[in-house]
């Protein structure tokens, strides 16, 4: 599956929005998921093929050309116009899907494998906390739009600075929490764990949602978990990337370091 590049936005200097359209997205069918995303494939430069391309012929390639996946969440989808929006973290001419995205123009084409998900809002749970960074962001949003009127939902948001803010809409109760990377005092995984510590949550059970960074989010669900005995059960909880590894070097740990957060609460 393939689609056009419709539009391209620039949300914040670190995050950019890519619209995608035309008949290659005619057989995508959407998840009921908020977290729903797909496998974009990009082709490195210099390989022998461009999308869209037949994804078993560029699996034999030369391990250099063979295309780079990267899951991506779909921030949304557009049934009357069968056209979807994702959002990009930039930073500079760093990485495939980064780097793709900054110099996408309209026309360009994007293949993906998908889509797929896993998590949706619990419309009854009692209140909601959601806790990311910028390639959380697109779930947490999409997350907020379908909340009930009258909900109260919880945000920790992690971002380079106040340039990087987004407005947040919902029809709940959104109180939203950022936190800097670039703040003079710096910012540690027990830095986000202290800003959750601090809000003044109500009683009750939150559904959670916690995605972003390894190291910070471990120590969220240490402290979700074994402090306030959120259930496993009513949390999504998981590592998106990891500070100082590639995608490939965080792919090939991640398995082993998720089974050892697991074990610890």
């Known amino acids: 599956m393939h689609g056009e590049v419709i539009?391209?936005?620039?949300?914040?200097?670190?995050?950019?929005?890519?619209?995608?359209?035309?008949?290659?997205?005619?057989g995508c069918q959407p998840t009921p998921y908020t977290d729903q995303y797909v496998n974009a494939l990009f082709v490195p430069d210099g390989a022998p093929y461009a999308a869209p391309f037949d994804l078993d012929a560029a699996r034999e390639v030369a391990p250099?050309?063979?295309?780079?996946?990267?899951?991506?969440?779909?921030?949304?989808?557009?049934?009357?116009?069968?056209?979807?929006?994702?959002?990009?973290?930039?930073?500079?001419?760093?990485?495939?899907?980064g780097r793709w995205a900054a110099n996408a123009r309209p026309g360009d084409l994007l293949q993906f494998v998908g889509p797929s998900g896993g998590y949706a809002p619990d419309p009854a749970a009692p209140w909601y906390l959601m806790v990311g960074d910028e390639?959380?962001?697109?779930?947490?949003a999409a997350s907020l739009d379908v909340l009930p009127a009258g909900a109260i939902a919880y945000v920790v948001a992690v971002v380079d600075d106040a340039r990087c803010e987004l407005s947040l809409d919902?029809?709940?109760?959104?109180?939203?929490?950022?936190?800097?990377?670039?703040?003079?005092s710096g910012l540690t995984p027990d830095t986000l764990v202290a800003a959750i510590r601090a809000l003044d949550l109500p009683d009750g059970q939150p559904d959670v949602f916690v995605h972003g960074e390894a190291a910070e989010i471990r120590a969220v669900r240490t402290f979700l978990v074994a402090e306030r005995g959120v259930p496993r059960?009513?949390?999504?909880?998981s590592p998106y990337?990891?500070?100082?590894?590639?995608?490939?070097?965080?792919?090939?740990v991640k398995r082993e370091w998720v089974t050892e957060m697991l074990a610890e609460a």
Do not use: C, M, N
């Open 233 to 237: 059960e009513q949390s999504s909880i």
């Open 241 to 252: 990337w990891r500070r100082g590894d590639t995608d490939e070097a965080w792919r090939a």
């Open 7 to 26: 539009e391209v936005e620039r949300l914040t200097p670190s995050l950019v929005r890519v619209v995608l359209g035309g008949p290659g997205l005619d």
């Open 135 to 140: 390639s959380a962001l697109p779930a947490i």
């Open 170 to 184: 919902s029809p709940a109760d959104v109180r939203v929490t950022w936190l800097h990377r670039h703040a003079a």
């Open 64 to 97: 250099e050309h063979r295309p780079k996946g990267r899951r991506y969440t779909i921030r949304w989808w557009a049934p009357a116009s069968r056209t979807l929006a994702i959002d990009f973290v930039v930073h500079g001419d760093v990485g495939y899907a």
